[in-house]
Antibody
Framework: QVQLQESGPGLVKSSETLSLTCTVSGGSISSSYWSWIRQPPGKGLEWIGFVSSSGFSNHNASLKSRVTMSVDTSKNQVSLKMKSVTAADTAVYFC???????????WGQGTLVTVSS | QSVLNQPPSASGTPGQRVIISCSGSNSNIGREAVNWYQHLPGTAPKLLIYNNDQRPSGVPDRFSGSKSATSASLAISGLRSEDEADYFCAQWSDSLNGYVFGTGTRVTVL
């Protein structure tokens, strides 16, 4: 049974870089698209971007060039880096799998990241 | 700001049928498949419906999806206490070159 687990610092200072890792267990990271999605407190879901197992990535244009995503196939991990964070980036961050069909069939339980001033 | 609009809340008593709408336009709902997710806060969101009306293995047939030109709907029949959760519609958008989510609906079982 494939499972996703997000990990990383729960507290990041304003203007610094948020770094999260999604570890895929019970299955391969290959042949899928791995997305990062976030949910600010009391708000809806926002897609951040995806990275494919081959390293191709695409991100939400609203986040401009603050986002970098990568895969480490040797560790079965997907990473997210978001620079110059502000309080508006405080959210629960999820990773999710799309096997190329346009929907997320598997999600992690999410990790809360708080940006402090 | 989401382009897919959902009512913020819906409710029903056990056994009732609840319908959640996801409203958009011909350029989004009308063009791409709609998917639905169930989310209990603190847990991993779960895929309920994909490609407008398909249920993944393991999802009860109490959950059903449909779509018209400008809106999609999720119906929950035989409402149960464990259905109390947040529900989101979502789809891939070619025009935005990314995924978009609905505003979300909290379902309460009275």
């Amino acid at each position: 049974q494939v499972q996703l687990q997000e990990s990383g610092p729960g507290l990041v200072k304003s203007s610094e870089t948020l770094s999260l890792t999604c570890t895929v267990s019970g299955g391969s990271i290959s042949s899928s698209y791995w997305s990062w999605i976030r949910q600010p407190p009391g708000k809806g879901l926002e897609w951040i971007g995806f990275v494919s197992s081959s390293g191709f990535s695409n991100h939400n244009a609203s986040l401009k060039s603050r986002v970098t995503m990568s895969v480490d196939t040797s560790k079965n991990q997907v990473s997210l880096k978001m620079k110059s964070v502000t309080a508006a980036d405080t959210a629960v961050y999820f990773c999710a799998r799309d096997e190329g069909a346009g929907y997320f069939d598997l999600w992690g339980q999410g990790t809360l990241v708080t940006v402090s001033s | 700001q989401s382009v897919l609009n959902q009512p913020p809340s819906a409710s029903g008593t056990p056994g009732q049928r609840v319908i959640i709408s996801c409203s958009g336009s011909n350029s989004n709902i009308g063009r791409e498949a709609v998917n639905w997710y169930q989310h209990l806060p603190g847990t991993a969101p779960k895929l309920l419906i994909y490609n407008n009306d398909q249920r993944p293995s393991g999802v009860p047939d109490r959950f059903s999806g449909s779509k018209s030109a400008t809106s999609a709907s999720l119906a929950i029949s035989g409402l149960r206490s464990e259905d109390e959760a947040d529900y989101f519609c979502a789809q891939w958008s070619d025009s935005l070159n990314g995924y978009v989510f609905g505003t979300g609906t909290r379902v309460t079982v009275l």
